[in-house]
Structures are given as C-alpha cells and as structure tokens.
C-alpha cells in the first residue's frame, strides 16, 4: 500500500492537464472581462443605430444624419 502511496505522489501524469485547466480557465475568465467591459458600449451603440434607423425617411433623403442635414440638402 505504501507502494502505491509512493508512486502516485512521483508521478507527473497529471501535471500537463492541471496546466490546461489553469490555462482554459484564465481564458475564459478573460474572455468574461473582455464580455464585460465591452458589452455596454455596444448596447449604446446598437440603440443609437437604431434611432438613426427608425428617424431616417429613405424616401426624402436616405443620406440625412439629423434634422439639420435634411434640410440642407433638400
């Protein structure tokens, strides 16, 4: 029994997958942050999209970027 106690504390083989949990975990913990930080600028910018979207008259002028454009180049 002490045998197996032995061999099992000098053996290496599960050194290597403990690395690439450390490794997977780091990068997704990244990836999280990464997800985090961003994210409310994207809800930011896909609202402005969409108001510009849903002001922009594509039959007047599809080109106008606000109330001061539209009238300029009618």
Do not use: Q, R, Y
Not at 9 to 17: C, L, P, R, W, Y
Not at 27 to 49: F, K, R, Y
């Amino acid at each position: 029994m002490t045998n197996l106690i032995k061999n099992f504390a000098k053996s290496e083989s599960g050194a290597v997958t403990v690395d690439w949990v450390v490794l997977t975990a780091a990068l997704v913990g990244l990836g999280l942050a990464v997800m985090t930080v961003v994210s409310n600028g994207i809800e930011d910018l896909s609202g402005d999209i969409s108001t510009a979207l849903v002001d922009t008259d594509p039959l007047t002028n599809p080109f106008a970027t606000n109330g001061a454009d539209a009238a300029e180049n009618d």
